[in-house]
Structure formats: structure tokens, C-alpha cells
């Protein structure tokens, strides 16, 4: 990839002028298919670390999030910008069937939040993610903190992801 971190900051989010702490560093590290964790405070950025290397890639990116609220707030702001995202938490299997089938699976980059329990026990959900492996680009686990800040008997369905993924 020859594009920089700057460069492709410029590209999707032209109203930020620079980076924020080690915002680039994870970045790089992500446009370059290696893992990062980032521990930054609320409202320090980490958003942008997740969003900018699945958009530059054009690929498809599944957000595991503990939240609704959250989920469903970066979802609004993606599509605002025009770009895929769905969030299946607090939707019925039915309303997340039809989310999944207007997902853009095929091109472009996208968005796809989901709660640690949903894959678990949702098999329609696995299906479809299996039959696109070769489009998911990123996986990010976000708020991870929530797990040991809440207690190890917080979600237990978080303790499944390494198996899933």
C-alpha cells in the first residue's frame, strides 16, 4: 500500500488536520494487516483508529461492541458520510436478516456491529460472515476495557470470540 496515514486521513476525514496521540501508529499498523491494541480515553479518537484502515482498504470491517447505544451512533455517523453500516444489536432475528441482506457485502468499505452474544448464538449471522471471509479486512473489539473493568462475569460471551473468530 503506497498510500500514507496522512494521506488517507485527508481522503475520508478532511475536517481532522492531524493526528491525536498514537492515532497514526495504530493506523499504520492496521493498513499494514498487523493487530494493535489501543488504550485511549473517552473521546480521545480510537474510533478513527477502527474506521480509517477498513475505509482505505475498501473492505468490510466487523465492529463486536458491547453497547447498542454506541453501535448504533457510529452507525449514524457513517452513513451520514455515505458509507455502509449496519448495527444488529437490539434487532429481532428478522429485522437482522434484513439488515444483513442490504449490507454492502459485495464493494465498497463496511461497517458491521454486532454484540459478542449475537455471535455466539446467531448461526444465519456466522453463515453470512463465512460466506464473505475473504471481504473482511478488520476485526476490532471495541470497549474491551468494559470486560475486566465489570468483572470477569461481564458478557461471558466475549470469553468465545477467539474460538469464533
Same mark, same amino acid.
Given at each position: 500500500?503506497?498510500?500514507?496515514?496522512?494521506?488517507?486521513?485527508?481522503?475520508w476525514?478532511?475536517?481532522? /488536520?492531524?493526528?491525536?496521540?498514537?492515532?497514526? /501508529?495504530?493506523?499504520?499498523?492496521?493498513? &499494514?494487516?498487523q493487530?494493535?491494541?489501543?488504550?485511549?480515553?473517552?473521546? #480521545?479518537?480510537?474510533?478513527?483508529? =477502527? !474506521?480509517?484502515?477498513?475505509?482505505?482498504?475498501?473492505?468490510?470491517?466487523? %465492529?463486536?461492541?458491547?453497547?447498542?447505544?454506541?453501535?448504533?451512533?457510529? %452507525?449514524?455517523?457513517?452513513?451520514?458520510?455515505?458509507?455502509?453500516?449496519?448495527?444488529?444489536?437490539?434487532?429481532?432475528?428478522a429485522?437482522? !436478516? #434484513? #439488515?444483513?441482506?442490504?449490507?454492502?457485502w459485495?464493494?465498497?468499505?463496511?461497517?458491521?456491529?454486532?454484540?459478542?452474544?449475537?455471535?455466539?448464538?446467531?448461526?444465519?449471522?456466522? &453463515?453470512?460472515? /463465512?460466506?464473505h471471509?475473504?471481504?473482511?479486512?478488520?476485526?476490532?473489539?471495541?470497549?474491551? &476495557?468494559?470486560?475486566? !473493568?465489570?468483572? &470477569?462475569?461481564?458478557?461471558? #460471551? =466475549?470469553?468465545?470470540?477467539?474460538?469464533?473468530?
Amino acid at each position: 500500500m503506497t498510500t500514507t496515514t496522512v494521506e488517507a486521513l485527508a481522503k475520508w476525514f478532511p475536517e481532522i /488536520n492531524a493526528f491525536r496521540d498514537r492515532q497514526e /501508529n495504530a493506523i499504520d499498523r492496521l493498513l &499494514h494487516d498487523q493487530s494493535a491494541l489501543l488504550l485511549m480515553p473517552t473521546g #480521545a479518537g480510537k474510533t478513527l483508529t =477502527y !474506521q480509517l484502515p477498513v475505509l482505505q482498504k475498501g473492505g468490510i470491517s466487523l %465492529v463486536i461492541s458491547p453497547l447498542i447505544a454506541l453501535m448504533r451512533e457510529q %452507525v449514524e455517523k457513517l452513513t451520514t458520510r455515505g458509507i455502509g453500516a449496519v448495527a444488529l444489536g437490539g434487532l429481532d432475528p428478522a429485522e437482522a !436478516q #434484513a #439488515a444483513l441482506a442490504r449490507f454492502p457485502w459485495e464493494s465498497g468499505a463496511g461497517f458491521l456491529f454486532t454484540s459478542p452474544e449475537r455471535l455466539e448464538t446467531d448461526g444465519f449471522l456466522e &453463515h453470512v460472515l /463465512n460466506a464473505h471471509r475473504q471481504r473482511i479486512v478488520q476485526v476490532t473489539i471495541d470497549e474491551a &476495557h468494559c470486560i475486566s !473493568q465489570w468483572g &470477569h462475569d461481564f458478557r461471558p #460471551a =466475549y470469553k468465545a470470540l477467539p474460538r469464533f473468530l
